[in-house]
Nanobody
Framework: QVRFLESGGGLVQAGDSLRLSCIVS????????MGWFRQAPGKERESVSC???????????YYRNSVKGRFTISKDNANNTVYLQMNRLKPEDTATYYC?????????????????????WGQGTQVTVSP
């Protein structure tokens, strides 16, 4: 069973930074993509960023346009942890952020930033950015 331990969310002001962490256990191999998605109240879940496996996609990273240049995804393979460094936060970044894992092959077929490629999801951590 895949388990996620997400942390790092909170209430900040516009322009501040946060770093989300997601410790993953139970994956059957290293050939998994790890992604961050978010969902604001009344809105659909949307992609934020993902990082693919070294073997499957050379560790490539992907970002939605609205976070490029502000957010950085990274992964510590030794500690099975994926991070999302979020800088220059904006009120529109307010949402529940979810960590997800999916086989690299699936994410590449579906599209790395599409939720359908991810098979396992964390419980989420809340990020609130005040104006």
């Amino acid at each position: 069973q895949v388990r996620f331990l997400e942390s790092g969310g909170g209430l900040v002001q516009a322009g501040d930074s946060l770093r989300l962490s997601c410790i993953v256990s139970g994956l059957l191999s290293d050939d998994y993509a790890m992604g961050w998605f978010r969902q604001a109240p009344g809105k659909e879940r949307e992609s934020v960023s993902c990082i693919n496996s070294l073997d499957g996609d050379g560790g490539r990273t992907y970002y939605r346009n609205s976070v490029k240049g502000r957010f950085t995804i990274s992964k510590d393979n030794a500690n099975n942890t994926v991070y999302l460094q979020m800088n220059r936060l904006k009120p529109e970044d307010t949402a529940t952020y979810y960590c997800a894992a999916g086989p690299t092959t699936a994410t590449l077929i579906v599209g790395p930033l599409r939720p359908a490629g991810y098979s396992d999801w964390g419980q989420g951590t809340q990020v609130t950015v005040s104006p």
